[in-house]
C-alpha cells in the first residue's frame, strides 16, 4: 500500500512559478510509474505529466509542454512537478498518483495523494 502526500500548492500571479512536491511512503517507491494530474472546478480530471520508474521517460499534456517539468527522486520516494508561466488555466486542484505505467489516463494509477490546490490569479 502506496501512501502519497502533496505539498506546494498555492496562489500564484499569472507568469508565476511553483513546485509541487508528492512524497510516497509504505512502498518501494522505484517500482511505481508516477503521474500528476489535475482537476478544476466543473471539470473531469485530467492528465498533466507522466514518469517513468526510473524517471529516463517523461509525457506531458499539450496544454503543459514546454512550462511543466515532472522529475523524481527515487532515494527520496519524491515526485516533482515544476510549473513556470503559469496561466489561469491552470487552477486546480493537482493530484500525484503511483501506478503500473506512466499512463495518461486514470485507469493504470492504483494510488492516488489528496490533492493541493494551485490558484493562478490574472
Known amino acids: 500500500q502506496v501512501h502519497l502526500v502533496e505539498s506546494g500548492g498555492g496562489l500564484v500571479p499569472a507568469r508565476g512559478s511553483l513546485r509541487l512536491s508528492c512524497a510516497a511512503s509504505?512502498?518501494?517507491?522505484?517500482?511505481?510509474?508516477m503521474g500528476w494530474f489535475r482537476q478544476a472546478p466543473g471539470k473531469e480530471r485530467e492528465f498533466v505529466a507522466a514518469?517513468?520508474?526510473?524517471?529516463?521517460?517523461?509525457n506531458y499534456a499539450d496544454s503543459v509542454k514546454g512550462r511543466f517539468t515532472i522529475s523524481r527522486d527515487n532515494a527520496k520516494s519524491t515526485v516533482w512537478l515544476q510549473m513556470v508561466s503559469l496561466k489561469p488555466e491552470d487552477t486546480a486542484v493537482y493530484y500525484c498518483?503511483?501506478?503500473?505505467?506512466?499512463?495518461?489516463?486514470?485507469?493504470?494509477?492504483?494510488?492516488w495523494g489528496q490533492g493541493t490546490q494551485v490558484t493562478v490569479s490574472s
Open positions: 514518469i517513468s520508474r526510473s524517471g529516463g521517460s517523461t
Open positions: 509504505g512502498g518501494i517507491f522505484s517500482n511505481y510509474a
Open positions: 498518483a503511483a501506478g503500473i505505467w506512466p499512463a495518461t489516463v486514470q485507469g493504470p494509477y492504483n494510488y
